[in-house]
């Protein structure tokens, strides 16, 4: 069992930049694939970003966060981030983090969810 907790959210100014927090209970951390979601009002969830396990060597990030998102981990802390700078309007979510066993884009491969941080990007 993994536990998730999300932190970090907050309201921003467009072109501006927030880091999200994703805390993990429970073992072996460093042994799951993390993944970051997010929802919009009316929307779908969608991916945003992955990372590989142990070292986090591959990441993988949709298209429309390339180059203005990074997300990195820190297995001694059981924690995964997420950097978010140039912010837009359409950035605007309930931001996810998620643990899983396959490096996959698809949402239904994470077992285990966090309940989300709102993210609020005003333009």
């Known amino acids: 069992q993994v536990q998730l907790v999300e932190s970090g959210g907050g309201l921003v100014q467009a072109g501006g930049s927030l880091r999200l927090s994703c805390a993990a209970s429970?073992?072996?951390?460093?042994?799951?694939?993390m993944g970051w979601f997010r929802q919009a009002p009316g929307k779908e969830r969608e991916f945003v970003a992955t990372?590989?396990?142990?070292?986090?060597?591959?990441?993988l990030y949709a298209d429309s966060v390339k180059g203005r998102f990074t997300i990195s981990r820190d297995n001694a802390k059981n924690t995964v981030y997420l950097q978010m700078n140039s912010l837009k309007p359409d950035d605007t979510a309930v931001y996810y983090c998620a643990a899983g066993s396959y490096f996959s884009s698809n949402g239904l491969e994470y077992a285990y969810w966090g309940q989300g941080t709102q993210v609020t990007v005003s333009s």
């Open positions: 990372i590989y396990p142990n070292n986090g060597w591959r990441t």
């Open positions: 429970g073992r072996s951390f460093s042994n799951y694939v």
